[in-house]
């Protein structure tokens, strides 16, 4: 039996906010969890859902300071099982 769904948690640059997230060309649900302190980083915390298969890239628009949208990606790698570990990582 495999996952239903699996949650990733990723960080923005301080300022810097989602506007957008994608996996395998399907826009996402997304959440803003918490913004962390200046004093640790500044950064927002989010996460998303992924629906089933865990292998590839999620596609994120972030909107920069200036105001200009930038795309980014974050790539995505699990394996099976519930031992299995779980990596995001900013391309």
């Known amino acids: ?5 699996s949650y990733i948690v990723f960080a923005s640059q301080p300022g810097v ?6 996996y395998r060309g399907q ?5 803003l969890v918490r913004k962390l302190s200046p004093e640790r980083t500044g950064r927002d915390v989010y996460y ?4 089933d298969a865990h292998r590839g890239w999620i596609d994120v628009t972030l ?3 200036d ?7 974050l790539r ?3 394996g099976g099982g519930s031992q299995a570990p779980a990596a995001a990582s900013a391309h």
């Not at 826009?27 to 959440?31: A, D, F, I, K």
């Open 17 to 22: 906010t989602v506007t957008s997230v994608k």
């Open 1 to 5: 039996m495999g996952f239903a769904e």
């Open 67 to 73: 105001g200009q949208l930038k795309p980014d990606r």
């Open 48 to 51: 998303v859902a992924l629906p």
């Open 76 to 78: 995505v790698t699990m």
């Open 63 to 65: 909107k920069q300071t």
């Open 27 to 31: 826009e996402l649900s997304w959440r």
